[in-house]
């Protein structure tokens, strides 16, 4: 999952830079709304894979620092920490 679709799916702009604790919060929240058992046995499917998809994000998002970080050089996405170190960037 991309760290701007998981932004989106836990209600934040894609250009966001949320804290921890804001993403836990989201998380939080997103979980309540779509938790399966909260259906009737008609929409569990598709709350449950509502539900799991969330849960993705937030995975994708729980660290802030290192997990699911994209890093930005010279407006190209890297993941690549020798890109981030010849940056002057540290983790």
């Not at 989201?26 to 709304?33: L, P, T």
Request: one cysteine or more; hydrophobic letters at 30%; charged letters at 30%.
């Amino acid at each position: 999952m991309e760290v701007e679709e998981a932004k989106i799916l836990l209600g934040f702009p894609p250009n966001s830079r949320p804290d921890p604790s804001q993403v836990k919060a989201a998380y939080r929240k997103k979980v309540w709304e779509s938790h399966p058992d909260l259906f009737p046995d008609d929409q569990k499917l598709v709350a449950e894979s509502k539900f799991k998809s969330i849960s993705e994000a937030y995975s994708c998002l729980e660290s802030g620092d290192v997990k699911g970080q994209w890093y930005y050089r010279a407006g190209k996405k890297t993941t690549q920490h020798s890109d981030v170190f010849l940056m002057g960037y540290t983790h």
